[in-house]
């Protein structure tokens, strides 16, 4: 599994962005995936995260409603719509996968990791 995370930029409050998490070596449709961010000065937060069939996902409470997780196995991609977009949501968003197929929202939990990507949101 090689990670690499795309689609961040800067935004005005209330914008969207979509990240994309595409796996290079596409070996990871059998493994759940999931999306951490980290705010300067801040730990690495888990924001998201959709099993490996995509039917089944899970947010943090701060996001629910706004972001929604999807996947295309086909295309080896697990993407990021974040709606309604705040400045609190800015941070570095990492892609990163397990090596089985059970979702978690611990970072300790992911084996493989994205390089990051930032999503600055201005007020």
């Known amino acids: 599994v090689q990670l690499q995370a795309s689609g961040g930029g800067l935004v005005q409050t209330g914008a969207s962005l979509t990240l994309s998490c595409t796996d290079s070596?596409?070996?990871?449709?059998?493994?759940?995936v999931g999306w951490f961010r980290q705010a300067p000065g801040k730990e690495r937060e888990f924001v998201a995260t959709?099993?490996?069939?995509?039917?089944?996902?899970r947010y943090t409470e701060i996001v629910k409603g706004r972001f929604t997780i999807s996947r295309d196995r086909a295309k080896n991609t697990v993407h990021l719509q974040m709606n309604k977009l705040q400045p609190e949501d800015t941070a570095v968003y990492y892609c990163?996968?397990?090596?089985?197929?059970?979702?978690?929202?611990?970072?300790?939990?992911?084996?493989?990791w994205g390089q990051g990507t930032q999503v600055t949101v201005s007020s």
């Open positions: 990163a996968a397990r090596r089985g197929s059970w979702m978690s929202n611990k970072s300790q939990d992911y084996a493989y």
């Open positions: 070596r596409r070996t990871f449709s059998n493994n759940a």
């Open positions: 959709i099993s490996w069939r995509g039917d089944n996902t």
